[in-house]
Nanobody, 129 residues
Framework: QVQLVESGGGSVQAGGSLRLSCTAS????????MGWFRQAPGKEREGVARIKLASGSTYYADSVKGRFIISQDNAKTTLYLQMNSLKPEDTAVYYCAAAANYACYLTSGALKAPTYGYWGQGTQVTVSS
């Protein structure tokens, strides 16, 4: 079973940057994708970015395209989310997730929460104006 632990959240002013990390322990060979999601108060959890572990191919939500970068380390045990040009609307709890489901390869499933079977506990990101 995959265990995921996020870190790197915090408070920043609009226009600033943060980098989130997610460390995976007890990794399984069946994990195909890793993703970042976020959930703001009163809103549904939304997908932010996905990376295919085998190829490194990435996919982003339109709301963060060009500002956020998802990446993984060479050992593929740590996932990152570099967040630049942050906006107040980026304020949320950010979660990393792992998917064995091949639906994560498809644009229809890449940023959908039900595609992912393993989740971290989340880290708060607050962007002030």
């Amino acid at each position: 079973q995959v265990q995921l632990v996020e870190s790197g959240g915090g408070s920043v002013q609009a226009g600033g940057s943060l980098r989130l990390s997610c460390t995976a322990s007890r990794y399984t060979v069946s994990t195909n994708c890793m993703g970042w999601f976020r959930q703001a108060p009163g809103k549904e959890r939304e997908g932010v970015a996905r990376i295919k572990l085998a190829s490194g191919s990435t996919y982003y939500a339109d709301s963060v395209k060009g500002r956020f970068i998802i990446s993984q380390d060479n050992a593929k045990t740590t996932l990152y989310l570099q967040m630049n040009s942050l906006k107040p609307e980026d304020t949320a709890v950010y979660y990393c997730a792992a998917a064995a489901n091949y639906a994560c390869y498809l644009t229809s499933g890449a940023l959908k929460a039900p595609t992912y079977g393993y989740w971290g506990q989340g880290t708060q990101v607050t962007v002030s104006s």
